[in-house]
């Protein structure tokens, strides 16, 4: 069974730094595509970043230039770097697994999901 967990989440300071990390389990990692989507309050899940299993990435533009994903497939990591962060970045944070090698901004694209870890930026 395929478990992934996040861990990173909490307080930042806008304009600050934070990494979330993903660990996966249960699947051979190293041919997966991994996605971080989030979810504000009240507002539907959206897509952040994705990384294919030879490291092509596709993020969405409001992250654009300050969040990085990156990917250890030895320890089946994925990582996401926050740089500068903003108010609005405060959300609930998900890693997600698709089995393919396509940087799926889709959801639906994506068939594993963690729990989500919670990032809140303060002013």
């Known amino acids: 069974q395929v478990q992934l967990e996040e861990t990173g989440g909490g307080l930042v300071q806008e304009g600050g730094s934070l990494r979330l990390s993903c660990t996966a389990s249960g699947r051979t990692f190293s041919r997966d595509t991994m996605g971080w989507f989030r979810q504000a309050p009240g507002r539907e899940r959206e897509f952040v970043v994705s990384i294919t299993y030879s490291g092509v990435t596709s993020y969405a533009d409001s992250v654009k230039d300050r969040f990085t994903i990156s990917r250890e497939n030895a320890n089946s990591r994925v990582y996401l770097q926050m740089s500068n962060v903003r108010q609005e970045d405060t959300a609930v944070y998900y890693c997600?697994?698709?089995?393919?090698?396509?940087?799926?901004?889709?959801?639906?694209?994506?068939?594993?999901w963690g729990q989500g870890t919670q990032v809140t930026v303060s002013s």
């Open positions: 997600a697994l698709s089995m393919g090698g396509t940087p799926w901004r889709a959801q639906e694209m994506y068939t594993y």
